[in-house]
């Protein structure tokens, strides 16, 4: 899957959320200070060219739509993040999160408990 820039994950997530939307739709859930009109209809061009994002047409208006789901990008992007900074290892990266004190002792016993379900 390709990787998205920050601007335009910036703009699929908007699109995740409203999950069909008008150009002013989305300008207008973005945060200020808002990118000109311009600029995001040039991201959401690249999201079209890139198949994160599809279009239906009403005459001279275009709706937008999710093509990728959030979660497929997300499982994708965190594969990817392993990879490239953990060796490929979850555990590592758990560790690392740990360390870090990003994870607390309660989230890590309720991810546990997650795993165990599976």
Known sequence: M???T?????IMQVIWKLDKAFLREILDQ???PKPHSNTVATIIKILVDKEFVGVTVFGRT???FPLVSKETYSKSTMKSL???Y???SFSNAVSF???ENN???DELELLLKQLKKK
Do not use: D, R, T, W
């Not at 920050?6 to 910036?10: D, I, L, P, R, S």
């Open 2 to 4: 390709k990787n998205l």
């Open 6 to 10: 920050k601007a335009e994950e910036q």
């Open 30 to 32: 973005l945060p200020a």
């Open 62 to 64: 275009h709706q937008y």
């Open 82 to 84: 392993v990879k490239g």
């Open 86 to 88: 953990f060796e490929g």
């Open 97 to 99: 999160m740990v360390k």
């Open 103 to 105: 994870i607390s002792l």
